[in-house]
């Protein structure tokens, strides 16, 4: 064979795939490089499995690697994903024929030509990483091209070479030395390669085959991470120039990587300020999806000694440093403006919201989140946890209990422990059940016994929000149009609140800020005499000012200080509005 056409390019990538997922666990295991995050397996296998299921192939070479290519930028995912996609996209960029089959001297060119292209991407190439290990492999294929026997004997021949440069990477990087590692990314690549030669060794095509590969985690990792949020995000759009985009996105974070497709390009980058990502790329054209993944969590996620973890979704209102001292993970709700998909808390604040309120074409809707993105969570925390305890928003004001709810069931009836509970309720209140859930289980409560006193706390729970204006909560329609009418001519501010079946509820108004504030202390101080008052939180959206006079005047009534404090979600303040401050207690 000296020609390659467009099933033997599929069939090349779909034995790679299937050697790199066999090694998934172990790639996740040995990543210490750039942040040992312990998600380089998962990210490579999910770049290639997306090539692999949304790529049309045929037996014209040159249609199947733009397919490839651009399936590569649409499931590039990591630091290592996007890599492969970039190398992926410099062979597209580098065949110079629209043929149905191409020689194999032509492909070992276009091999090199990509590994230019690929350098050329990334902000600050790092040897001994799996940069070097493509160059090395690319030079080897270029080397051997002469003696070829088969295409057999030039894979192998490179491979061999490959093998050498991965071990080398334990040399190079000094945290790849001090942790007895190769860079595992590079270990992707050159199993990736491996996976290839199989192909030509004629061996069968096995991709549900999955190896559980144990190591004892020694790695050692010192020091802060400079920037938290591991960004990714894909754009539509045509003539854009690569320069351009890297000057926009550097002074944002490091570890810069632009994957520039003939339709669309893919950005990573970390960075402290994701929203600020999202909001330039979209000067560039459609922003088609983002991915957000927290470095700090993951990294706390791998070290928790416990083998149970909570989950809630971003409408539950908790302080950020709380989440990563009790290892809370949380689910994005979408944020919807002008038909792109902004991730709550992360790609969307509640400054940014505000900002797209006065130049979007339609005012901003809300969505629960994908059930592919439920799915893909579950099962990437029960590869390290036990147990899987969720608290939600309530299944009266979003349908995003419902969706965690049925993939949990999925995964319960094949064996996995996973608790769901509907709080009834969202913001601060659901931030309180959360985070008393978390002490239980830190002081080793049984996830029954914390369950059951959850469940009897919703019925203690409650909350007391202070609108500046009727104007959001009308615009995003959670009230009447009339109704919202008449309050805004007449000045009326409203308190809402959250009834006992989860519904939002209209609590009371007054005609000034000092008016709704005596109704919640005279409310409060009754249900403190009464029952007593456990603990308490306050959020606020974009209103610091009444959020200290509130922690005054409630720490002097109750006699302490709030649990926490937080800003209130940009899928709250879509209803909420500019202004709002909310009190919520859990009654004893």
């Given at each position: 064979m000296?020609?390659l056409n467009?099933?033997?390019?599929?069939?090349?990538f779909?034995?790679?795939?299937?050697?790199?997922?066999?090694q998934?666990?172990?790639?996740n295991?040995i990543n210490?490089?750039?942040?040992?995050?312990?998600?380089?397996?998962?990210?490579?296998?999910?770049?290639m499995?997306?090539?692999?299921r949304?790529?049309n192939?045929?037996?014209?070479?040159?249609?199947?690697?733009d397919?490839?290519?651009?399936?590569?930028?649409?499931?590039?995912?990591?630091?290592?994903?996007?890599?492969?996609?970039?190398f992926?996209?410099?062979?597209?960029?580098?065949?110079?024929?629209?043929s149905?089959?191409?020689?194999?001297?032509?492909?070992?060119?276009?091999?090199?030509?990509?590994?230019?292209?690929?350098y050329?991407?990334?902000?600050?190439?790092?040897?001994?990483?799996?940069?070097?290990?493509i160059r090395?492999w690319?030079?080897?294929?270029?080397?051997?091209l002469?003696?070829?026997e088969?295409?057999?004997?030039l894979?192998?021949?490179?491979?061999?070479?490959?093998?050498?440069?991965?071990?080398?990477?334990?040399?190079t990087?000094?945290?790849?030395?001090?942790?007895?590692?190769?860079d595992?990314?590079?270990?992707?690549f050159?199993?990736?390669?491996?996976?290839?030669?199989?192909?030509?060794?004629?061996?069968?095509?096995?991709?549900d085959?999955?190896?559980?590969v144990e190591?004892e985690?020694t790695?050692?990792?010192?020091?802060?991470?400079?920037?938290?949020?591991?960004?990714?995000?894909?754009?539509?759009?045509k003539?854009?120039?690569?320069?351009?985009?890297?000057?926009?996105?550097?002074?944002?974070?490091?570890?810069?990587?632009?994957?520039?497709?003939?339709?669309l390009?893919?950005?990573?980058?970390?960075?402290?300020?994701?929203?600020?990502?999202?909001?330039?790329?979209?000067?560039?054209?459609?922003?088609?999806s983002?991915?957000?993944?927290?470095m700090?969590?993951?990294i706390?996620?791998?070290?928790?000694?416990?083998?149970?973890v909570?989950?809630?979704?971003?409408?539950?209102?908790?302080d950020?440093?709380?989440?990563?001292?009790e290892?809370?993970v949380?689910?994005?709700?979408?944020?919807n403006?002008d038909?792109v998909?902004y991730?709550?808390?992360?790609?969307?604040t509640?400054e940014?919201?505000?900002?797209?309120?006065?130049?979007a074409?339609?005012?901003?809707?809300?969505?629960?989140?994908?059930?592919k993105?439920?799915n893909?969570?579950?099962?990437?925390l029960?590869?390290r946890?036990?147990?899987?305890?969720?608290?939600?928003?309530?299944?009266?004001?979003?349908?995003?209990y419902?969706?965690?709810?049925a993939?949990a069931?999925?995964?319960?009836?094949?064996?996995?422990?996973?608790?769901?509970?509907?709080?009834?309720?969202?913001?601060?209140?659901?931030?309180?059940?959360?985070?008393k859930?978390?002490?239980?289980?830190?002081?080793?409560r049984?996830?029954?016994d914390i369950?059951?006193?959850?469940?009897?706390?919703?019925d203690?729970t409650?909350?007391?929000?202070?609108?500046?204006?009727?104007?959001?909560a009308?615009?995003?329609?959670?009230?009447?149009?009339?109704v919202?009418?008449i309050?805004?001519?007449?000045?009326i501010?409203?308190?809402?609140?959250?009834n006992?079946?989860?519904?939002?509820?209209?609590?009371g108004m007054?005609l000034?800020?000092?008016?709704?504030?005596?109704?919640?202390?005279?409310?409060?101080?009754?249900?403190?005499?009464?029952?007593?008052?456990?603990?308490?939180?306050?959020?606020?959206?974009?209103?610091?000012?009444?959020?200290?006079?509130?922690?005054a005047?409630?720490?002097?009534?109750?006699?302490?200080?709030?649990?926490?404090?937080?800003e209130?979600?940009?899928?709250?303040?879509v209803h909420?509005?500019?202004?709002?401050?909310?009190?919520?207690?859990?009654?004893?």
């Open positions: 000296t020609m467009g099933t033997d390019l599929f069939n090349m779909a034995h790679g795939t299937s050697y790199v997922m066999k998934r666990n172990l790639l295991d210490v490089f750039p942040v040992p995050d312990g998600d380089t397996g998962n990210n490579l296998v999910h770049t499995q997306t090539i692999y949304e790529s192939h045929s037996e014209n070479f040159s249609e199947t690697l397919s490839i290519s651009d399936s590569a930028l649409i499931g590039a995912r990591g630091n290592s994903g996007v890599i492969f996609a970039q992926v996209n410099g062979l597209n960029l580098s065949n110079k024929h629209q149905n089959q191409i020689p194999v001297n032509e492909f070992v060119d276009m091999v090199c030509d990509s590994v230019t292209h690929t050329a991407s990334l902000s600050n190439p790092v040897e001994g990483t799996m940069i070097t290990v090395h690319a030079e080897s294929l270029k080397e051997h002469g003696s070829m088969s295409i057999k004997h894979f192998s021949g490179a491979l061999t070479r490959a093998k050498e440069s991965l071990e080398k990477t334990k040399e990087l000094e945290v790849l030395k001090k942790n007895n590692v190769v595992s990314g590079a270990k992707g050159v199993l990736f390669v491996e996976g290839m030669l199989s192909y030509f060794n004629g061996d069968t095509l096995d991709l085959e999955n190896e559980v190591l985690d790695h050692e990792f010192e020091g802060d991470i400079t920037f938290r949020y591991c960004t990714e995000g894909l754009v539509r759009a003539h854009i120039e690569e320069d351009d985009v890297r000057a926009a996105l550097s002074d944002l974070g490091d570890s810069l990587i632009v994957a520039m497709g003939k339709h390009f893919r950005v990573h980058i970390h960075t402290n300020t994701p929203e600020q990502v999202f909001k330039r790329l979209g000067r560039f054209g459609n922003i088609e983002q991915k957000i993944d927290d700090k969590m993951d706390a996620l791998k070290n928790r000694k416990n083998k149970r909570i989950v809630t979704d971003s409408i539950g209102d908790i950020k440093d709380i989440l990563l001292d290892n809370i949380v689910i994005p709700i979408f944020v403006v038909q998909q991730l709550d808390k992360l790609s969307m509640n940014t919201l505000f900002e797209y309120v006065d130049e074409l339609a005012y901003p809707t809300t969505s629960a989140p994908s059930i993105y439920v893909d969570l579950f099962n990437r029960l590869l946890f036990d147990e899987i305890l969720v608290l939600t928003v309530s299944s009266n004001l979003s349908a995003t419902n969706i965690i709810k993939e069931d999925k995964l319960t009836k094949k064996g996995k422990n996973i608790e769901v509970i509907d709080t009834l309720t969202n913001s601060g209140a659901q931030g309180l059940l959360v985070t859930a978390a002490e239980m289980m830190k002081e080793g049984s996830t029954e369950v059951n006193i959850i469940k009897d706390d919703l203690k409650e909350i007391l929000v202070c609108l500046e204006t009727f104007k959001y009308t615009m995003s329609g959670r009230l009447p149009k009339v919202g009418k309050g805004m001519t007449l000045g501010r409203p308190i809402m609140t959250i006992k079946k989860g519904e939002g509820a209209a609590f007054a000034s800020q000092k008016g709704i504030t005596k109704k919640i202390k005279k409310y409060v101080e009754k249900e403190l005499t009464q029952y007593g008052i456990e603990r308490y939180s306050l959020v606020h959206c974009l209103n610091q000012d009444l959020l200290e006079e509130y922690e005047l409630f720490t002097d009534i109750i006699g302490k200080k709030p649990e926490f404090k937080a209130v979600s940009s899928a709250v303040a909420s509005g500019i202004g709002s401050v909310a009190i919520s207690y859990i009654k004893k």
